[in-house]
């Protein structure tokens, strides 16, 4: 069975290997309904942004796994992927900073990327063999 953090970690593989920047998971599941983890990520310009989502659609598709809905496509400066449990953002530098998400969801669990980008772990952050 496919464990939200392991989709937030394939997520987070994804933006990491399209070089997309300032990477941040946040565990919401305690304080919200709305999912699980949430996965941010900045892109370059508005052709990085739609790589970036393209490339989560596509990896977490080669896994059999489809997003419940995307907005955002036609304008390229905010795109969300929602997989029910984890929602990815991926939003151009000046659309990042202005809605601010980190700063929403502050209360949140802040996930170590960098842990997750180097090895898979398990529901409960310990690394999986």
């Not at 997003?67 to 496509?73: A, D, F, L, R, S």
């Not at 170590?112 to 980008?117: E, P």
Request: glycine share 8%.
């Amino acid at each position: 069975m496919t464990t939200a953090l392991q989709i937030a970690t394939w997520c987070a593989k994804a933006l990491d290997g399209k070089k997309g920047q300032d990477l941040k998971v946040i565990g919401i599941r305690d304080i919200s309904i709305l999912a699980d983890y949430f996965v941010i990520a900045t892109g370059t310009s508005t052709t990085h942004v739609r790589a970036l989502a393209d490339e989560v659609e596509f990896q977490l598709r080669q896994r059999d796994i489809a997003p419940k809905n995307i907005e955002g496509h036609n304008g390229n400066n905010w795109v969300l992927l929602d997989y029910g449990n984890v929602i990815v953002h991926v939003f151009s530098n000046e659309t990042r900073s202005f809605y601010d998400l980190e700063r929403l969801w502050r209360d949140g669990e802040q996930i170590d990327v960098n842990q997750l980008i180097e090895g898979e772990q398990d529901e409960n952050g310990r690394q999986e063999p």
